[in-house]
């Protein structure tokens, strides 16, 4: 057996741009940390006050499940897939109000909403990178390729 290629990576291989492997580590570094948060609920949840039981469980699962997002879309990014961007600039467009939110509290938190900020406004300037969509094989308005020979005029 031959290790072709699928047609989808031979359209945008080449090497990996830095910009896109940055935004890929960051999108995964999200999902880490959901993935972390979401087992910190879990267990305290189930370790803690039988009051709060059924909200941090479900919280936990929660954060688990939507830690799937961004994890998925590091990978594509990863290996290049145009699909990825969507999910990748979602997961940030999600995380400026919860960065917000943190932002508005007296606490620690404020750190967080800090850090959080600066990850989702950096990822997203690494995702509409023109060096970054053109890695992924993604055209621009008015770039679009004609397949039928036609100019678009009828």
């Known amino acids: ?3 072709e290629q699928s047609p989808v990576v031979s359209e945008t291989a080449g090497p990996r741009p830095r910009r896109l492997m940055y935004a890929a580590g960051l999108a995964a570094l999200e999902g880490l940390a ?8 879990l267990v305290a949840g189930l370790a803690g006050d ?5 909200s941090a469980v479900t919280g936990g699962i929660t954060l688990i499940v939507l830690a799937l997002l961004p994890l998925l879309a ?8 145009s699909w990825s961007r969507g999910p990748a ?5 999600m995380a400026l109000p919860v960065a917000y939110n943190l932002l ?3 606490s ?6 800090i850090a959080l900020a600066v990850v989702a406004v950096t990822a997203l ?4 990178n023109p060096a970054t969509t053109q890695a992924l094989g993604i055209r621009g308005p008015g770039n679009v390729q004609k397949s039928d020979g036609q100019d678009g005029k009828r």
């Open 1 to 3: 057996m031959s290790n």
């Open 125 to 128: 300037v690494l995702l509409i």
């Open 34 to 41: 959901l993935v972390g948060g979401g087992a910190w609920m």
């Open 50 to 54: 039988p009051d709060d039981r059924q």
């Open 74 to 81: 590091a990978r594509g990014l990863m290996g290049q897939r």
């Open 104 to 106: 508005q509290t007296d």
């Open 108 to 113: 620690i938190a404020i750190p967080a909403g």
């Open 89 to 93: 600039v979602v997961t940030q467009i």
